[in-house]
């Protein structure tokens, strides 16, 4: 939690890089509200505040990482580039 003052409070998610995720505008919301967002989005909320962090929440994202979409071959005429044999690596 980062607190910036006179900015509008947001939830900002992260992946494990770092990279931002979503942005999710808090200040609509109650406090209640905010507790239930906080937990459909899969946080793990301690019994006490020394109380450890179960190992599977530790480092485990609020959402599954983003998939990429499969690699698309380019719409220009490209050559392929020669196959080699399993044996064969053609950078040797």
């Given at each position: ?57 530790q480092f485990a994202p609020a959402r599954?990482?983003p998939t990429l979409p499969p690699h ?12 080699h044999d399993k044996e064969e690596h053609?950078?040797?």
């Amino acid at each position: 939690m980062k607190h910036l003052a006179g900015a509008d409070p947001e939830l900002v998610l992260l992946s494990h890089r770092y990279e931002e995720l979503e942005r999710i505008p808090l200040s609509d919301m109650t406090r209640e509200e905010i507790n239930q967002l906080v937990q459909e989005l899969g946080f793990y909320r301690k019994e006490m505040p020394n109380a450890p962090v179960p190992e599977e929440f530790q480092f485990a994202p609020a959402r599954p990482l983003p998939t990429l979409p499969p690699h698309q071959a380019p719409a220009t005429d490209v050559k392929t580039p020669p196959k080699h044999d399993k044996e064969e690596h053609p950078d040797l």
